[in-house]
Every structure is written in structure tokens, then in C-alpha cells.
């Protein structure tokens, strides 16, 4: 059994980053530039974003922060998003989910600028991806294809089950599988999928991706599969600093041994989530990535 290091990887990866970026300043260019806008104070999203913030600083991007109330109209949000995609000296921007409940989520993603869309989020990406034209890919998926590329895995002709179908993990995920250059093949399992325990034991390479701590269980994996843990589940916990731990959706201690590859939690896709946001940052700086 190999443990698959998510946070090895991340590393290398933002040190090529920052590489490309001194190459870029020495040409003359301004530094990549990314924004986050967050709504309200959920701990999670603070979490995530001032990780996003650190992460522009570690690899030599700009970063900014926009911040709005929870109470904040939608149609400000809005304004704020069309004054980005017009401001030139940025490159990208993510607008940070969930959102409160009073503001339309897909009417927040569809304004903003497909060009400046690094996180993947809206349609023209999405369907872009679809299809296998040049686009921004979500962060999640982006970052496990290319932890199974530097990990050499073998996908072609694989059954790959992805467990969930939402539109940031599961549903691409399962698009980006079934791609000429990965070429497995791919059933999507999700809540109202039938014998889900048996489905899961045929793959060959099995995606948890349901948010449903430890719900996938030794006898639910075949001997030898590749097991990519995306659960990241905030838990209490008297042990950290924070007052929370990451709990997966895999029961890790009794699935390991049965796997050629797993990904642990943390230290597995988390981290390399945070640097595919980079990534398609570079990307947005770099120019058009369309043409
Ligand atoms: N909330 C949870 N994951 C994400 C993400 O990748 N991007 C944004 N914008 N919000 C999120």
C-alpha cells in the first residue's frame, strides 16, 4: 500500500509555480493577481479563504479580499463581480460557497466573467470541460487528476466509481475520468444509487466524494484498488488548536491495507485543492486561455 502525499505534492507544485512566476517578473510583468469576495463570517469559509490568501503570498500573487455582510443584497454582490471582470489589473477571482440563503448562488457564478472564473464554477467552463476544450477545471478534481498523474496510476481502462454528484467534485470528476487522455470508465454513484456497497467494491479506482464521514468501510473495497478520500468533514475536537479536525469519508485505518494507493485526511487532497487554485490562476495570468 502507497500513501498518495497530497501535501508533498502541493509543495512541489507551488514551488514550480513560484518559479514560473519570478520568470514571469523578470520578463517584465506584474504579479499573478487573485480576489475572493466572503459573505459573512462562517468559520469554514474564513478558514478556507485566509488559507487561499497565504497561498497567493507563499508563491509571489497578489491577493486581495473583498468582504460583504451576510446581509448584503444580491444585486451589490453583483456590481462588486461586474467591477471585477472589467478591472485589468486582476486576473481571477473566486466568490467563496455557501452563500446566505437570500442570494441565487447560479446567478452570482453566471456573472462572472468566464475568463476570470479560476475556480471552474461557471457554465462555459463547465461545458468547455465537457467537451475537452481549454478551460478552467474546479479545484478539487484538477487536483486529484494530477495526483494520479505524478503518481503514474494506471487509468486507463479502469473502472472508476465516483461516489457523489455535486457539481464542484463529483459530477466534473466523473467527466474528467472518462477524457481520451485518462480514459477510464466511469459509473457516478450517488443517494439513490442501488447495492452502492457492492457498486463500490467493483472499482478499480474508487472517489469518495459524499461528505459523509467514514461511510465507505473495509468491506466496500476491492484488494488492490486506488482510493481517493475527498471527505473533509469539520469536526469538533479537543485536540487542535482550532477546536476541529478534518474527518474523511473513508475509514482509513481498515481500508488502507487493502489498497495499491489511498489518500489520507488531511494530507491528501486537500492541499492539493488550495494549489489548483494557483495553478488556474497562473493560467488566467498567462493570457487567454480559450484561444
Ligand atoms: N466552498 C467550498 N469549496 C469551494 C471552492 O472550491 N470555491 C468556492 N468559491 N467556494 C467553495
Do not use: W
Amino acid at each position: 500500500m502507497k500513501i498518495i502525499d497530497g501535501k508533498a505534492t502541493a509543495r512541489a507544485i507551488k514551488e514550480e509555480i513560484k518559479a514560473e512566476v519570478d520568470i514571469m517578473i523578470s520578463a517584465g510583468h506584474r504579479n499573478p493577481h487573485l480576489a475572493a469576495i466572503l459573505v459573512g463570517h462562517d468559520g469554514g469559509s474564513e478558514t478556507y479563504v485566509a488559507y487561499k490568501i497565504k497561498d497567493c503570498k507563499d508563491v509571489g500573487f497578489k491577493s486581495s479580499l473583498v468582504r460583504f455582510e451576510d446581509d448584503v443584497a444580491e444585486e451589490v454582490l453583483l456590481e462588486k463581480i461586474r467591477e471585477l471582470n472589467n478591472d485589468d489589473e486582476l486576473d481571477g477571482f473566486i466568490v467563496q460557497l455557501p452563500l446566505p440563503s437570500h442570494i441565487n448562488e447560479q446567478n452570482v457564478i453566471e456573472t462572472i466573467d468566464p475568463t476570470k472564473d479560476v475556480d471552474g464554477f461557471h457554465p462555459v467552463n463547465v461545458g468547455r470541460t465537457v467537451i475537452g476544450l481549454p478551460s478552467f477545471v474546479s479545484a478539487t478534481p484538477n487536483g486529484i487528476i494530477e495526483l494520479l498523474k505524478r503518481y503514474h496510476i494506471e487509468t486507463s481502462g479502469k473502472h472508476c466509481v465516483v461516489v457523489g454528484r455535486s457539481n464542484i467534485v463529483g459530477r466534473p470528476m466523473s467527466i474528467l475520468m472518462s477524457q481520451k487522455s485518462i480514459n477510464a470508465t466511469v459509473t457516478v454513484a450517488h443517494s439513490r444509487t442501488k447495492d452502492l456497497e457492492s457498486l463500490c467494491a467493483s472499482a478499480d479506482i474508487l472517489i469518495a466524494a459524499l461528505g459523509a464521514p467514514g461511510f465507505i468501510k473495509s468491506h466496500m473495497v476491492k484488494e488492490g484498488a486506488v482510493v481517493i478520500d475527498v471527505g473533509t468533514t469539520r469536526i469538533p475536537s479537543t485536540e487542535t488548536k482550532s477546536g476541529f479536525r478534518l474527518k474523511g469519508d473513508v475509514v482509513y485505518e481498515e481500508v488502507a491495507p487493502k489498497c495499491a494507493f489511498i489518500t489520507p485526511v488531511p494530507g491528501g487532497v486537500g492541499p492539493m485543492t488550495r494549489v489548483s487554485l494557483l495553478s488556474n490562476t497562473l493560467m488566467a495570468a498567462k493570457g487567454n486561455i480559450y484561444t
